[in-house]
């Protein structure tokens, strides 16, 4: 297998998903921007992931935010100083709360959509800007989730953004097929991080309702089973694939999609 590029940014880069795709394009041949919100946790990224690679391949940490074009456009020129221009680009950056839709505040619905949705565009854009000019090709991974298909109580802000994010991938797919850069989607079920560690799905009731509904007999997946997919897709071997979701679930999409209400708690009644 080989990547299409030696050049690649990660968004969310800093711990979890996006620094496990991050390790694993290293380890398959790329040198990568790890972009994160935190400044402090994409250096330790960066060091962590220098260290093992031993000189191989190099990852260089950068702190902005993907909601800020300004950002996007810094990240994208000191990637191409460092490594040339990336032919690889993962909007893996993401966020989520829970809280049912009367009495989500607006800001919080904006900050989600902004991240979620938003976020992509503004990387999508500038990367392709830059592709087509250079007459590069590329490959685009948007890292969605089950909910892009999956409704969750208390989710709407976070299950429309990646559900936009799907769809936005498909007419970048469409519109950057012709220039030889390829956009796809993969959708994780419930992975081992931070993120998933905070919102209660890998311990106690969560844990064993993904359990019964995860035909691959495991509650959840790690960083590393979406990071081998996303590789493949940056890859010789996907020459042929875009516009197209992987689901990295363990199969739990096709036991029925299911709210979860219930166990996470989050649902009230609507008061009559
Ligand atoms: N884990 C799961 O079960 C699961 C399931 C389905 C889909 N996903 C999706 O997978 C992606 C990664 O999730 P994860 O579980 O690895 O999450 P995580 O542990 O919370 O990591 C997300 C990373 O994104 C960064 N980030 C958030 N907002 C940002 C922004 N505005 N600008 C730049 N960086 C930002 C965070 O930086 P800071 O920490 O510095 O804020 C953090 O390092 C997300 O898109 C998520 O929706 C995860």
Redesign the pocket.
Known sequence: MKLISDSAIV??????????IAARLMRDGANVLL????QE??EAAARELNQSMEGRTRAVPFA????HAE?VAKALEVATREFGLPGILV??????TLRPIIDLPEEEFDLVM???LK?PFLFTQALAKALVAAKQPGSIVN?????QMAVTDGAAH?CAS?AGLANFSKVAASELGRYGIRVNVV?????????????G??TGAMEREFLVRTPLGKP??E?ED?AKVVSFLCSDLASWITGDTLAV?GGNHIRGLHSYADTLGITRPVES
Request: contains cysteine; hydrophobic residues 35%.
């Open positions: 968004t969310g880069a800093g711990q979890g998903i996006g620094m496990g972009f994160g919100r935190t946790k994409v902005g935010n993907v909601i950002d909007n893996n950056a993401g966020t989520a902004d991240i979620n976020g890292i969605s989730s089950l909910n976070y990646k959708a994780p079920g419930a992975i081992r991080t931070p993120l998933a560690e905070g919102a799905l890998t959840c997946g960083p979406v679930d």
